[in-house]
């Protein structure tokens, strides 16, 4: 049985044996992206620089409203990253990811530890992040970090997703021929996919479930899934249920369905699952396809607060894809 | 009998697109063929169309695993027998991630960017067209190895002598000059260093190298020119018949459109597309499928900038024109397009009928006096009369409700209150209490029978009913994706109520009035959902929702129906040219087919140019709307759209949302 090492911060990190770390991070609107550096001041995590990504949305009325908790936000993070050096990198949400988000410019001083915090940052980049900063032979450990919040409202999170393109650094390179398993990840919000999902000639048609999901997040997580689900799903259609932070199992269940054919991932649910599925994407060999819908504005409050262990701190998850130059999916 | 995975036979709504070429064959409808026999012509052509409008499913026909499913099942491929000399290659953009090529453009010099970019993107798609040129002549070549009389027409021969004559005069070639290695000694070995040269691509655009590679930079070529040159030597080695054309598809070009928009790339991909038309090559044909806002916003071509010009350059195809009902309904199209396509699932589902299919599942349309009777049921006649109305012209008018006509009823207070009547104080006037005096003019009847049959609903709380082929074929609004729609909710929906009569499938289900309104309500709904893909999603729900809600308080309120057609909106041409943020939205809604828009002769003095607009008709059940068209729209300004549009709450992700914005509870089935 293989481990896979992933678990609370406060659990992974002492067990990298790593002293100090670069930190790639986000600020938004979202509360819980300070969640993080509130963290380095309370576990053991040794900032030797930092990298802060900030990305401006399409003019929209929910990026007006977002504007005063944004500042808010960012004034903290400045405040908790106190002497520690750090840059920024600015750009806008519709750019193309490796335009913002190359190792040259999220690890400029090609420091061997990288924690790569996902919380806050849009999936379309963070996925080509992890993917390059895997394949940076600079980068030795690396870790990517997930804070939790505390609540989501129950509203539309998101609005006007682009349609579903390939992800940029995840396109199939090569297909068998054989029309590909549609993999969706169940979370909150169709995002423009459902005539996909209706129109894609998959013979096999597969959900992820969150599980076990919070209430209310199970209902709206059933929502989802009841819009999506074709009317008369094909027979061999199944919905996997598989805890919602467990990106490992998720990669390792992938990496077997896509052994025999060519996959096309959906990632619409937690990010721990969207990581996942890149993670499976990468080593099925070019026959795996990730595809999203980017949406062009997020709702300010997104969600609402961070999620707290029993010690009153946030709730953080790491997972380990990298130690000592070795791969560990 | 294909083996449809499911009992519904029109669950599939995509079937001719996806499925395989032997489900093709049995469910294609030929009646289009006939109004679109340019696509088997020499010449480029243009097929432009709605979402569904069936634009991938005539470009499939071109295939040629379709054609060898067609020769194999001996069914007649609809084409006429002087135009099958040919052979078809193509690329979907979607499925081949066309969006990649401008992944990596800004490493590229901000100088050179465009010209990089440009010459990527025709290379790439030359590539692609090439390699799936050879594919399918080794497809036919193995095919008519198995059975000579396969596409007779097009036959392959890939002796040893035509292959090397073929490989010689490639190298020979301007555009193959590096294009594949050297050496090479088969087509076999052709495709598959295509196969290589695509895989470099991807592996690039996927930074899954960090150099662009050496052998590409050296190695490109304008738009179309391997393909033309492909072509010849196939021809000129005899390696196909001298007399073969060769048709490109390139499917979802509208991809590009939504590519340009969101990479400040201006209009690159779709000129590089433009020049390989504007060359006239007549060594290759091209067959683009498109939407409509994606082609006619830039047809210039990459390099010269000249435009393209229609009818010289290239042909259109416009199934949304060829499937519009005209000024009659004699000649129209889409009626029969639908019924065969229903005929012909209902036989590949093994339910084979004589006659009039669509008649025996959904029957006919209820007349509006029968949907008034099941409106109102055995109710007290719930019209509501001016105090000052003589006592006779109440009690005929509740004599005509209690008696089974309360359409006329509702007439009779309608007419009561018109302009007309009340200037000459009809009301007042116990005498004439005795006929029907609405009926003196059938059109004046015939204009208002829609919006009195929805404020005879509205007051009982009831949804609206729609039924019958007629209706159904309406309510499509000339778009195959809807009239599937529609039959495959009714379908589930008898399947669901009717379970016992489901299992035993040995006949045509009958459908029942309610099952068709429940499944058309769910179609309906089914079709709103789809507003909220696409360009500005959000901006076209909630412009559309505010619409909606809009013309039915609108009809509800007009108490004397002096407004029947006030289900639509106009508004001055020259208003579209201004730069009002609706503008673009109420383009994108007729874009993506939410609005229908048609010209409007204004009945004001001033005769200004007008345009006017309607809901899709298969969105009318949603906001319960009559879906006919009839008299003058609203004339409107967009600062009157505008209040409509801010005041239109934020719209949800379900179609419930706004039903639920209303404050009426759950509707009731009409009589039921």
């Not at chain 2, 349309?365 to 000052?388: H, I, M, N, W």
Request: aromatic share 8%.
């Amino acid at each position: 049985m293989s481990i896979k090492p992933w678990g609370s911060i406060d659990w992974l990190l002492p067990r990298t044996k790593v002293e100090a770390w670069h930190l790639i991070t986000s600020s938004s609107f979202e509360e819980r992206c300070v969640g993080i550096l509130l963290c380095s001041q309370q576990v053991e995590l040794k900032l030797t620089s930092a990298t802060l990504l900030r990305l401006t949305n399409p003019p929209s009325d929910f990026w007006t409203d977002a504007q005063p908790a944004i500042n808010k936000n960012v004034e903290a993070m400045h405040a908790l990253l106190d002497q520690t050096p750090f840059n920024e990198v600015e750009g806008k949400l519709l750019a193309m990811p490796s335009s913002l988000v190359r190792p040259s410019s999220l690890n400029p001083d090609d420091c061997e530890s990288v924690i790569l915090d996902i919380t806050t940052i849009p999936k379309r980049f963070f996925l080509f992040a992890m993917q390059q900063l895997m394949r940076s032979e600079k980068v030795k450990n690396l870790v990517i970090t997930y804070t939790k919040a505390k609540e989501y409202p129950e509203a539309a999170l998101c609005e006007n997703a682009l349609p579903p393109t390939a992800l940029q650094g995840f396109a199939r390179m090569s297909a068998t021929g054989e029309s590909p398993r549609l993999i969706v990840g169940v979370g909150y919000m169709p995002l423009s996919v459902e005539e996909l999902v209706e129109q894609a000639k998959n013979v096999k048609l597969d959900f992820i479930f969150p599980f076990p999901p919070a209430s209310p997040a199970f209902r709206r997580n059933w929502d989802l899934l009841a819009m999506l689900m074709p009317t008369d799903p094909p027979r061999n259609t199944d919905i996997h249920r598989v805890h919602g932070m467990d990106a490992f199992e998720i990669c390792e269940r992938i990496k077997a369905w896509g052994e025999s054919r060519d996959v096309d991932l959906l990632p619409l649910g937690p990010k721990p699952h969207a990581l996942g599925m890149a993670m499976a994407a990468m080593r099925l060999d070019g026959h795996a396809e990730v595809l999203y819908s980017q949406p062009q504005s997020y709702r300010p409050n997104y969600s609402t607060g961070i999620a707290a262990d029993a010690s009153g701190r946030p709730q953080i998850l790491a997972y380990c894809l990298k130690l000592n130059g070795r791969d560990l999916f | 009998m294909v083996a449809l995975r499911f009992d519904n036979p029109f669950h599939d709504l995509w079937v001719t697109e996806i499925l395989d070429s032997n489900a093709f064959v049995q469910m294609f409808s030929p009646l289009l063929v006939t109004d679109a026999e340019e696509l088997f012509s020499s010449g480029h052509v243009v097929v432009r169309g709605r979402q569904g409008s069936g634009k991938s499913m005539l470009l499939n026909l071109l295939q040629t695993s379709t054609r060898v499913a067609y020769a194999k099942s001996k069914t007649e491929f609809p084409a006429p027998p002087k135009q099958r000399a040919f052979i078809s290659a193509g690329v979907q953009l979607t499925k081949e991630s066309a969006s990649l090529v401008a992944s990596r453009a800004d490493e590229l010099p901000e100088d050179q960017r465009m010209k990089l970019v440009a010459a990527n993107f025709a290379d790439y798609l030359n590539s692609l067209l090439s390699s799936d040129l050879i594919r399918n002549i080794l497809f036919l070549a193995v095919e008519q190895e198995k059975n000579s009389g396969i596409l007779s027409e097009v036959n392959i021969n890939l002796s040893a002598k035509t292959q090397q004559r073929f490989i010689d005069l490639l190298y020979q070639a301007e555009a193959w000059n590096g294009f594949i290695p050297k050496e090479l000694q088969s087509l076999k070995d052709i495709g598959t260093a295509l196969e290589g040269r695509i895989r470099s691509y991807k592996s690039y655009f996927n930074f899954q190298t960090d150099e662009f590679p050496r052998e590409l930079v050296a190695s490109r070529s304008p738009a179309g020119e391997p393909m033309a040159e492909l072509a010849e030597a196939l021809r000129e080695s005899g390696v196909m018949p001298a007399n073969t054309l060769v048709l490109l598809r390139i499917d979802q070009h509208e991809e590009l459109f939504e590519l340009e928009r969101h990479t400040n790339l201006g209009t690159v991909f779709r000129q590089v597309i433009n020049s390989a038309l504007a060359k006239r090559d007549p060594r290759v044909a091209y067959r683009i499928g498109t939407r409509h806002y994606a082609w006619d916003r830039d047809i210039t071509a990459w390099g010269s900038g000249a435009p393209l010009e229609a009818m010289r350059d290239y042909s259109i195809i416009d199934l949304d024109q060829i499937l519009k009902r005209g000024e009659h309904t004699k000649g129209w199209k889409f009626p029969l397009f639908a019924a065969d396509v229903v005929s012909k699932r209902l036989d590949a589902a093994g339910l084979r009928f004589q006659g009039n299919s669509m008649e025996t599942m959904f029957g006919k349309s209820l007349e509006p006096a029968d949907r008034a009777r099941r409106y109102v049921g055995d109710t007290k006649c719930a019209l509501q009369f001016e105090e000052t109305w003589a006592p006779a012209w109440k009690a005929y008018i509740e004599k005509l409700w209690n008696d089974g006509e309360p359409l006329e009823a509702k007439f009779g207070e309608v007419w009561l209150r018109q302009q007309t009547q009340v200037k000459q104080k009809v009301a007042d006037d116990e005498t004439r209490a005795h006929s029907t005096p609405w009926r003196k003019s059938k059109w004046w009847v015939k204009e208002r029978n829609e919006v009195a049959l929805m404020q005879l609903a509205g007051s009982r709380q009831q949804a609206l009913i729609w039924s019958g082929e007629r209706q159904i074929i309406d309510l499509a609004g000339h778009n195959i994706l809807a009239f599937m729609t529609i039959c495959k909710s009714v379908w589930a929906t008898w399947q669901r109520r009717n379970p016992a009569d489901a299992e035993k499938r040995s006949a045509l289900p009958n459908f029942s009035v309610e099952d068709q309104v429940i499944g058309i309500s769910e179609a309906s709904q089914i079709w709103f959902k789809k507003i909220q893909v696409g360009l500005e999603a959000n901006q076209r729900t909630r412009l559309i929702s505010g619409l909606g809600q809009w013309f039915r308080r609108r009809m509800l309120g007009d108490r004397a129906i002096s407004n029947p057609g006030h289900s639509g909106f106009s508004l001055l041409e020259n208003e579209l040219s201004s730069d009002h943020f609706l503008v673009p939205i109420i383009k994108a809604c007729r874009d993506h087919g939410d609005l229908m828009e048609s010209q409007h002769t204004t009945k004001e003095k001033n005769q200004a140019q007008r345009l006017k607009w309607y809901l899709h008709p298969l969105l009318c059940p949603l906001f319960r709307i009559p879906h006919i068209r009839t008299k003058e729209p609203i004339y409107t300004s967009l600062y009157e759209l505008q209040d409509i549009y801010n005041n239109q709450r934020r719209p949800g992700p379900i179609a419930d949302e706004t039903l639920k914005a209303e404050s009426e509870g759950q509707l009731g089935l009409p009589g039921f």
